[in-house]
């Protein structure tokens, strides 16, 4: 899956991922997860994902985390991102950083789809968090399990009127 030269040093080691070799799942309907790099690979550096939305897919729900920066950069369609109380409209090739403690939800825009790099750096060791998602999806597991692991991987549900209002 992952190749270092020495895993027992990876900060001071290159780090590849072979993308049919990464590790793909569906954490909701119409999304895909492809893990890349997390902290334990990168001695906790950065943790790297791709998520890939169709047209509809709910995205994340509004949360925040107290220990990194959450970054997003579009590979290609169109995300709506809420930072803090507003919502950005990303296109292929913007970015955008959300540092921690602020509250943030994304999703595709309406009639669109959307392709992301998502990011956290210092790293969040989220690779298990993600595989709980799936484990929901599938129905192996519930959504209580994720309400319970929100100070393991430091995700915080939230509300925000903007996100829930917006068209």
Do not use: C
């Not at 990464?22 to 119409?30: F, M, R, T, Y």
């Not at 970015?95 to 602020?102: D, I």
């Not at 998602?133 to 959504?143: F, I, M, Q, S």
Request: proline share 7%; hydrophobic share 40%; aromatic share 8%.
């Amino acid at each position: 899956m992952n190749t270092t030269t020495n895993p027992a040093n990876p900060t001071h080691q290159p780090l590849l991922t072979r993308g049919g070799a990464a590790e793909a799942l569906s954490d909701a309907p119409g999304s895909l997860i492809t893990l890349f790099a997390d902290s334990d690979t990168t001695g906790g550096a950065l943790t790297v994902n791709t998520a890939r939305f169709k047209k509809g897919a709910a995205g994340a729900p509004v949360h925040f985390h107290t220990r990194a920066t959450e970054f997003f950069f579009v590979l290609d369609g169109t995300l709506q991102v809420l930072a803090g109380e507003e919502i950005h409209l990303l296109r292929r090739g913007d970015f955008l950083a959300v540092p921690p403690h602020t509250p943030h939800a994304f999703a595709p825009a309406p009639d669109a789809t959307a392709e992301v790099l998502v990011g956290f750096t210092p790293g969040m060791d989220r690779f298990d968090y993600y595989r709980l998602l799936g484990r929901v999806h599938a129905g192996e597991a519930t959504v209580q399990d994720i309400k319970d692991s929100s100070e393991r991987y430091d995700n915080h549900y939230t509300r925000s009127n903007a996100w829930d209002e917006r068209a």
